[in-house]
């Protein structure tokens, strides 16, 4: 295998990691080489990226991983993007973030950008104008976050009598849900039982 | 209980027959009646056996089945004193073998769709970026009407499908509430006070997984410290907890 | 502006929209050019991904949308970073019944059950939660029952672009499929009649 296709699956790998990122060694060991030949190839990827016009993304470092984004020259075209009129009325990032409140509230920003998995703010805010959300009350503990729940005109905007008519979550994505929680639940129990 | 999974393995009465049709090499034009019913009831029978919860469909089919082979029982002679008019015998197994061949179709279209399914496995893709810093003005998104339930369970079903970039375990901490030692004590006590078996499920009062968690462990720990006793009398049967007594307390109950 | 910029652009706001996708029309209103011509930036896009090797993502037609994503030749890599997806529970029943109303729709419940010979009220409910599937009407006449159709989300799922795209509907059935199935059953079946 050539260094060609090192540059396919890096760019493969970049890409579904998304604002994570990625850290030398993760991608060194995708890739099975050490990190030094990995640093090269990466290396190599951003000149190429970076020298290529045709290409709208490149690799940028932060804290201490690389990732991919847009380039600064297109940013206008972003701003066109964001305000252009057929993009969809509630975007999909505020849609998630109104399905993972609808069926977990009271829940706090921190729990659904976790779930998420990127910032929540603006379907935060979008939704919040919309009043199809609003804040419910405040966390315990330090910090004390705001927890988010839905609104009567949540229910009026479905067509909803009540929360329980809401439709069930599949079974399946329920225990995703509370996989965090299993996780955490054999940690201990191998601990306990190890101990 | 525990064998409900095995029933899936056949969809229905319908599924059933195309396996044992195919398992006995039949054509499924001509269906050996006899020989296809006392397999089928065979089967029945087993699962029965198996305490299986036979959905009523399936003894519907055997009833079907039933039908048809004392039908093609009938004396064919009856043929004979038809063949002068010009309509034509009905095969009986007609209309089972019509249902059998459409609903075969749509059993291998469900394979196509797994393929496809695996097939769009493969291709990864990422979540929509965070564009707050490129809208000028913050004006809310444009309200208009057309966004229904079925979207918003989309957009999440959609979600819950991103494949999420592997984290160790052990970098996700839960907040535990209520700490093992704390539920251990509560339990022995609670026991104590009711000074005789208690059932194991009675223990799991809060039905908040972190809490059945806790409360599990901590009765983990103490029957590994000899602090309660746990009894099952039968497989499956009810599992029964009860306080270990120590000490002086022995004397006095005994 | 070249024609140079136009794939740089692209791949900017293709890259922005992540899973959400881009509309023709969506893609048209950043470009300032008309759909026609935007189309054809597309096509020359999506061959320029193919035919690069160094590239490791391309841009696929999902829904009614383009989407980029990545080449599934290094899904072996993926895997070895991402979780993996937890796509590939639909039960047997749910994927029969979704067959039935792919192809059928729209399609009243007892005829579903018609042609399963099996109550399919769990399926649906299923796959309604799944998003996959929709109430799209009422039938005329006595019970007005609900009619079912795919959504959207059956499109995305199945990586289609449209119901066009379904694999025309079996007509000469391969008789060795239905065999590898419930193979595990019979066993236990000999085991219990054998007994």
């Known amino acids: ?13 970049l890409f579904a990691a998304g604002d994570e990122g990625l850290t030398l060694k993760q991608m060194a060991e995708v890739l099975e080489v050490d990190e030094r030949i990995t640093l090269d190839i990466v290396e190599q990827l951003i000149q190429e990226y970076e020298q290529d016009e045709k290409r709208g993304i490149n690799i940028v470092q932060l804290a201490g991983t690389y990732q991919l984004a847009t380039k600064k020259e297109n940013a206008p ?55 199809l959300i609003k804040e419910v009350g405040r966390a315990e503990g330090p910090g004390r976050a705001y ?44 601990e306990t039982i190890n101990s | 209980m525990q064998y409900n999974v095995k029933i899936d393995a056949f969809e229905g009465p319908l599924d059933l027959l195309l396996h044992l049709i195919n398992r006995l090499e039949i054509d499924i034009y001509d269906i050996p009646v006899a020989q296809i019913t006392e397999q089928y009831l065979i089967y029945i ?53 019509e249902k059998l061949i459409e609903y075969r179709k749509y059993k291998e279209a469900a394979n196509d769709l797994k393929q496809l399914q695996e097939e769009r496995g493969l ?69 104590k006070t009711f000074s005789g078996r208690k059932s194991f499920y009675d223990l799991f009062p809060n039905p908040e997984k972190i809490h059945l968690v806790v409360s599990f462990l901590a009765i ?23 306080a270990v007594l120590k000490g002086a307390e022995v004397v006095g109950n005994y």
Chains 1, 3 share one sequence.
């Open chain 1, 1 to 13: 295998m050539g260094i060609t296709n090192w540059s396919s699956i890096l760019e493969s790998i």
């Open chain 1, 77 to 131: 075209y972003l701003t066109k993007l964001v305000e252009s009129p057929s993009t969809t009325t509630i975007s999909q990032a505020a849609l998630e973030t109104l399905a993972i409140i609808a069926y977990r509230q009271p829940i706090p920003r921190a729990e659904i950008e976790d779930i998420r998995g990127v910032k929540t703010e603006r379907p935060l805010q979008t939704l919040m104008s919309k009043a």
């Open chain 1, 147 to 190: 927890l988010y729940g839905t609104t009567k005109e949540f229910l009026d905007y479905f067509g909803l009598r009540s929360l329980d008519e809401l439709p069930p979550l599949p079974e399946k994505v329920n225990e995703e849900f509370v996989q965090e929680e299993a996780d955490l639940f054999f940690e201990k129990f191998q």
């Open chain 2, 45 to 97: 029978k087993t699962m029965t056996e198996l305490k299986l919860d036979v959905a009523s469909e399936f003894l519907v089919m055997a009833a079907t089945l039933l039908a048809i082979k004392s039908k093609m029982l009938l004396p064919k002679q009856e043929e004979v004193l038809f063949e002068d008019e010009y309509e034509i015998e009905e095969d009986p197994r007609d209309e089972l073998v």
């Open chain 2, 123 to 191: 291709m990864f893709t990422k979540p929509p970026s965070d564009l707050t810093e490129f809208a000028k003005d913050k004006k809310p998104e444009k309200d208009e009407r057309n966004v229904s339930l079925y979207d918003m369970l989309a957009a999440f079903q959609k979600l819950m499908r991103r494949k999420k970039l592997q984290r160790p375990v052990a970098t996700k901490i839960a907040r535990q509430e209520i700490s093992i030692e704390a539920r251990m004590t509560e339990i022995l006590d609670e026991l």
């Open chain 2, 220 to 242: 983990l720990e103490l029957i590994k410290r000899n602090d309660i006793l746990v009894e099952q009398e039968e497989n499956f049967g009810e599992i029964f907890v009860e």
